[in-house]
């Protein structure tokens, strides 16, 4: 069993494969976007945060535990040949029976200078993951989108002190989005950004090509997200249409022994719904396999070893 992408999916995928005893490894090129999380507060079990990092460093550890092994290195063509899956990394070939790919996505940030310094510190891509812990500062919402109206409508139950700037980019929010901006009072700063003034890691104000500075605290970016889908396609997967990965409710691709867990798929970008996914995948992995070895008769094969070489009924008296 192969799966591709050690992040958040991968590794929770990895856990529940192990513990199935199967034989299992995970190949990550490492760049998981939980990295770029140093406080992760929404995730069950970690009531002072944990460190999105650590997350992956332990959920590693545990998948080791369980005998799984591991390959640093990045998958960049796959094919399917008489139902063996045929992976080529960068550093070496593979081959699989069953694939799970749970290599996430890239949230692309805007390009405005000083920005990326503050990735995951004061500037975030997620209301969800991050709107609470910025609860009364001074929010900019930068996007040109009715997907970037609605974000700062909102960020309205976590401050009152909210805008949003496209950026120089022409508006491409509709009727009804400007309307809500109206009525809810949201400023709109539509020049272009010069740049982000920052201290450290913490944003200070949003310096506008036309001279004015915008003191804010933090900033949300909708600009879009890049799909890894690229592996899922090369086989045959089907997306969505925002470029998802289609999946049934246990995991499955439209491809048969093809699963997709974490952010690639529909799911709501969280840590701990790419861990239920990932664990629902294996689940699903373990139960495809049990079927496939109960109808071909490989179970019985084992059994026959068992049989061969160990004790196989429990001691005591057999009552008539
Ligand atoms: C700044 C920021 C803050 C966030 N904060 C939070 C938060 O507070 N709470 C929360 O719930 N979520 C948060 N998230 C979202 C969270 O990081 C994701 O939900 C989670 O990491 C998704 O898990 P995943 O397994 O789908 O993808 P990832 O964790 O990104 O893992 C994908 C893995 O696949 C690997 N990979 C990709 N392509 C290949 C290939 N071809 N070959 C081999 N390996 C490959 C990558 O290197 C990576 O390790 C945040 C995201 C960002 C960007």
Redesign the pocket.
Known sequence: MVV???????LSAAIYLGRAQRDTLV????????K??PK????LGFPKGVD?ADLLKFGREQAEHHHVEFAE????SVKNDKNVFFCQGKDRDYRAQRLLI????F?VPPEIPGVREC??HSM???KD??GYRVRGKRIAVVGASNEAVEYALGMLYYSPCVIITPNGERQRWDKQHAKWLREYEIPVHQEKIRDVKHRGKRIQALAFENGSDVKIDYIFTTRGDVF?TG?AEQLGAELDRDGQIKIDQCMRTSVERLYA????TPAN??????AGQ?AAAAQAINRDLFEESLANHELRRFREVQLGEEKTVPEGKATK
Not at 73 to 76: G, L, S
Not at 102 to 105: V, W
Not at 269 to 274: D, E, L, R, V
């Open positions: 591709v992408g050690g992040g958040i999916a991968g190949i990550d090129s490492g760049h998981s976007m939980a770029w999380e992760v507060e929404n995730y999105g290195d990045e998958i960049v749970a290599t996430g996505i949230h990735l995951g975030f891509f997620c993951c991050d890894h592996l867990a974490g952010c690639l970008c969280q840590m701990i719904i790419a990932g």
